[in-house]
């Protein structure tokens, strides 16, 4: 099937900076857009940001975050600047992906990582 593996999350500081990866395998024919969400305690599922031909941003992260996607080696990345307490979440990776053995677009999303911004 298909797997997504993030890495990168952590402990920082507020102010500080991290950078996530995701990398995407197994029976992978085509992805169309990838990208993150995240979820903080108590609240809902949240895009953080997507990237297809073009690139979406949450609102709360605009100016401070920045995805990127590397589509030879089926990976995204998300740098992450000027982080705040409130960016504390677990992140997810995700993907929609057209699978050589469903022969169907689903998504398929990462284990989550945990990144938290404390001082």
């Known amino acids: 099937q298909v797997q997504l593996v993030e890495s990168g999350g952590g402990l920082v500081q507020p102010g500080g900076s991290l950078r996530l990866s995701c990398a995407a395998s197994g029976s992978i024919r085509s992805i169309n857009h990838m990208g993150w969400h995240r979820q903080a305690p108590g609240k809902e599922r949240e895009l953080v940001a997507r990237?297809?031909?073009?690139?979406d941003y949450g609102d709360s992260v605009k100016g401070r975050f920045t995805i990127s996607r590397d589509n030879a080696k089926n990976t995204v990345t998300l740098q992450m600047n000027a982080l705040k307490p409130e960016d504390t979440a677990v992140y997810y990776c995700y993907a929609r992906v057209f699978s050589s053995v469903t022969w169907r677009w689903d998504d398929y999303w990462g284990q989550g990582t945990q990144v938290t911004v404390s001082s």
């Open positions: 990237i297809t031909s073009t690139i």
